[in-house]
């Protein structure tokens, strides 16, 4: 009797063991899966990063490589300008005083938008009618015509 309550209770004991590992085997088969998922996030979320990295550097590289292209047009531009302004002060340099002093009271105070002054002062020298003591009429209608078509290249887009 003792011999079969002691059985009884060893297999209570052995039944109670195994349902607790088949429980235990249920969550650790859960927690794989819920590792094996987190995981497959983590790599996913980890590839996305690195391309999203990958197109800010891109981006970064083009966005420099703009930045130092402008630079070299600022200073090409630069250059341009002194030596345009030079030219200037030559064609001035070759003029009358009487003829500097009309260019300098028909010339308009300088800004960005206006380009034409150097060609003006080139096209207002350039035309010479008998008996006149200063700029003719033809000298300015054609550095006036000059100016309105730098002013409509301005205005078009170049083609690309």
């Known amino acids: 009797a003792i011999l079969d309550k002691a059985t009884s209770h060893t297999k209570s004991l052995l039944q109670k063991s195994e349902e607790r590992a088949k429980a235990l085997e249920k969550e650790v088969n859960s927690l794989q899966w819920e590792l094996s998922f987190l995981q497959a996030q983590m790599k996913k979320s980890e590839q996305s990063w690195e391309q999203k990295h990958s197109r800010m ?10 930045l130092e292209e402008r630079g070299k047009e600022v200073q090409q531009l630069r250059a341009e300008n002194s030596a345009l302004s030079q030219q200037c002060l030559e064609l001035l340099a070759m003029l009358s ?3 500097q002093r009309v260019f300098q009271s ?14 003006e002062l080139a ?38």
Not at 57 to 66: A, G, I, K, P, R
Not at 106 to 119: A, E, H, I, N, W
Not at 142 to 154: F, P, V, Y
């Open 106 to 119: 028909t010339k308009p105070q300088f800004s960005l938008d206006r380009g034409g002054s150097v060609l």
């Open 97 to 99: 005083v009487k003829e």
């Open 57 to 66: 550097l891109t981006e970064n590289n083009t966005l420099t490589d703009s």
């Open 123 to 160: 096209v207002l020298g350039a035309c010479r009618c008998f008996g006149v003591g200063e700029a003719c009429l033809c000298s300015r209608t054609a550095a006036s015509s000059r100016k309105q078509l730098i002013q409509l290249r301005q205005e078009v887009p170049p083609p690309h």
